[in-house]
Nanobody, 119 residues
Framework: QVQLVESGGGLVQAGGSLRLSCAAS????????MGWFRQAPGKERELVGV????????YYADSVKGRFTISRDNAKNTVYLQMNSLKPEDTAVYYC????????????WGQGTQVTVSS
C-alpha cells in the first residue's frame, strides 16, 4: 500500500521558516516525480514545486522561487520542502504527491499539513 505522509506544518510568523517532510512508502519511486502542492481556503490547488527521485531536476512556481527549496533523501524515501521568508499568503494546506515521470497526473497524494503564516 502506497503512503505519502506529510509532517512539519505549523504556525509561524512572517519572515520565518518551516521545513515540511513527505515520507513515501509502499513502492519504488525511482521513476516518479514528487510534487508539492498547496491549497488556501477558497482558492484552487497550486503547484509549488517538483523534484525527480532519480535526478536533481527541480521546478518552482514563480510565487515561491528563491524562497522555497525542494530536496530529497533517497535513503529515507523522504522529500522535503524548505520554506524560508514565509509570507501570510503562503498560508495553506500543503500536500505532497507522486506521479510517473512523463505523465501529467499524480497517482498518489498525502493527507496534507497545515501551514499558517501570521503577519
Amino acid at each position: 500500500q502506497v503512503q505519502l505522509v506529510e509532517s512539519g506544518g505549523g504556525l509561524v510568523q512572517a519572515g520565518g521558516s518551516l521545513r515540511l517532510s513527505c515520507a513515501a512508502s509502499g513502492r519504488t519511486f525511482s521513476s516518479y516525480r514528487m510534487g508539492w502542492f498547496r491549497q488556501a481556503p477558497g482558492k484552487e490547488r497550486e503547484l509549488v514545486g517538483v523534484i525527480l527521485w532519480s535526478a536533481s531536476s527541480t521546478y518552482y512556481a514563480d510565487s515561491v522561487k528563491g524562497r522555497f527549496t525542494i530536496s530529497r533523501d533517497n535513503a529515507k524515501n523522504t522529500v522535503y520542502l524548505q520554506m524560508n521568508s514565509l509570507k501570510p499568503e503562503d498560508t495553506a494546506v500543503y500536500y505532497c504527491a507522486a506521479g510517473p515521470i512523463g505523465d501529467r497526473q499524480y497517482d498518489y497524494w498525502g493527507q496534507g499539513t497545515q501551514v499558517t503564516v501570521s503577519s
